[in-house]
Structure formats: C-alpha cells, structure tokens
C-alpha cells in the first residue's frame, strides 16, 4: 500500500514539475526587424530579438468607435466605376450645355445686327443733297433707295459712292452712314462741259467731260448761259467721235472767265480743236494733251499786249513752239 501511495505521488509530482517547465516556455515571435550583420559564429538570442504581435496589431487596426474589432473595408469596384461614369456624363453634359449657350448667344447677335429691324435702313432716313438742274434729286434717291432693307452694316459705302458717280453729271459722291437706320448721300454735280446743239430742234443736250448726257433743255433757258455750245449733226454720233470727246475735256478745263468768253467751238477733228472768244481771238488747242501747259501759254500771252499785239489766233497745238498770228 505504501509503494503504491507513494507511486501516485512522485506521478502527481512529475506531473506538476512538467506543468512548471511547460509554463516557463516562451510563446515564439514573429520577426519583423532585422537584427543587422554579426560577426560569424556569434550566438544569437532569438529571445530577444525586437518582434511585433502581427494579431495583436491587426485587431488594433481593425478596431471600431467602441473598441470592437470590425472587418476591414472592402472597395466595391463595380460601384466606383458606375459613380465615374455618372460624373463623367455630368462633366460631359455641363460642357455641351455652355456651347450651346455660346452658340445662341451668336445667333442672337446675328439675327440682331443683321436681320433685325435695328439696323434696317428704311426709305424716310435716307436723304441726300447736292443735286442742281443738271443731276436731279430724284437721280440721288433712287440709286440710295436701293439699300432700303439691308441692315447698315451691310451697306457698302464705296458700292453707294460708285453708283452715285455714274450719274451723268457726278464728279464726286459720298456715302455716310446715320446709325441706328440712316444714310446720308451726297455729291458733287458738275455744270454742264457743254451743250450741243442739233440744226434742227429747238433743246439742247447738256453733256458732261465723259461725254455723258445729262438733260435736254430749252435754247432759250437761262440755265445755259455762260455754256459753251459745239454745234452737231447729230448728238448720239457726236458724243462716240473722238473729237468732240477731246473737245469737252478742254472745254470743261478752262476757267469760268473764259467759259463765259466762248462764243463758237470747232471740233471737226480730234487734233484741231479750237474756240473763239468774243473778243475775235481764236485758240487752237489741237488735243487735249498737255492741257496745263497750254493753258499757261494762252494765259501768258493773251495777258500781255505787247506778244498778243492785234494778232487774232494763237496756236498751241504744239506747246514747244506756240504761234501767234
């Protein structure tokens, strides 16, 4: 009984001294730090190597507002695509909704300055001056009234002025524009270079320096006095033959004075124009070449008594040597 007693006992023992040596025993570690070089053969403790609870610091990062451990979030990668699709198509659609505001706003203004009735040129602002007997009013408007409309900043104001300086008549015209709806035109009329007569008929045709026509009128009119007359066969032909032409552009040269002077013109060719003055001197002018010139020496000569004499013709067709007889 005793060695039975006393086996259960030294079994009860070996089992606590067991039990101890068991607790003794360190829990391993999980290395995470490198300890760095040693010198070969050196003993190294693992004991007490720097280690890190890996579970430990995985709960600690886990944690949530109240200290309970929570799953780690997980990305819905579906649900992040559909949201930047949604905010792709917003960009997209804030984009196309500020171009078509833009393109709007430019068909706005448009329609404002071009086709609206702001700008629109109306017939009862348009006015016009500078007409005389010889280019008539009426003449003026109509070529403006043809920009009735058009908004002002279509009409060209070259386009008017070059239509205006077509009148027979016209040597100069402007164009100004009165904003909002206005226009203004205005021109130089030119005095008639000549009037010619037909044998038959009792008008003549004023004609202007381009051999253009302007109006018939009465021989007897007040308005064509101080005109000088060149007497025709018929005034269509006239006005296509080269001497007449080169007759008007002398005669619309010369001065008022002796305009006023002029009592018969010759133009039976193109090289031998010529004008008497009421005063019985007759000036050969040849053509209308050199017209300055010509009428320099005419001027010099008829001014002083002691070259023109009693001599009753002065030729300067050939202005190097200018004849007097």
């Known amino acids: 009984m005793r060695s039975a007693f006393a086996a259960a006992g030294n079994a009860v023992a070996l089992r606590r001294s067991a039990k101890q040596a068991r607790a003794q025993v360190k829990k ?21 190597l720097p280690s890190e609870d890996v579970v430990a610091k995985t709960l600690q990062e886990t944690a949530g507002a109240i200290g309970v451990a929570t799953r780690p979030k997980v990305v819905d990668f579906a649900a992040r695509q559909k949201e930047q699709r949604k905010a792709n198509t917003r960009r997209i659609a804030a984009r196309v909704a500020v171009a078509c505001a833009a393109l709007a706003a430019v068909v706005a203004l448009i329609w404002l300055l071009f086709f609206s009735p702001v700008l629109r040129l109306e017939p009862n602002n348009i006015s016009a001056s500078g007409a005389n007997e010889w280019v008539s009013n009426e003449q003026i408007m109509a070529i403006a009234k043809r920009q009735v409309g058009k908004s002002l900043l279509l009409v060209s104001d070259g386009a008017v002025e070059q239509q205006l300086s077509q009148i027979p008549g016209v040597s100069s015209a402007t164009a100004e524009k009165k904003f909002p709806n206005g226009l203004h035109v205005s021109v130089t009329a030119q005095r008639p270079a000549a009037m010619l007569k037909e044998p038959s008929g009792s008008t003549l045709t004023a004609v202007d320096s381009k051999a253009r026509k302007l109006n018939a009128v009465n021989r007897s009119a007040q308005s064509v006095q101080g005109i000088p007359v060149i007497e025709v066969d018929n005034v269509g032909k006239a006005l296509s033959r080269r001497a007449v032409q080169s007759a ?22 193109q090289d031998s124009i010529t004008t008497q003055l009421d005063n019985g ?45």
């Open 248 to 269: 008007l552009v002398i005669l619309d040269a010369l001065p008022e004075s002796m305009r006023n002077a002029i009592v018969k013109v010759q133009a039976n060719t």
């Open 28 to 48: 391993p570690r999980i290395v995470e730090e490198c300890t760095g070089a040693t010198s070969p053969g050196a003993f190294v403790d693992a004991n007490n």
């Open 281 to 325: 001197i007759s000036i050969v002018w040849g053509d209308d070449s050199d017209l300055k010139l010509k009428m320099a020496i005419v001027d010099k000569i008829m001014n002083d008594p002691n070259v023109i004499g009693d001599k009753k013709q002065i030729n300067v067709s050939a202005t190097a040597r200018p004849i007097i007889k």
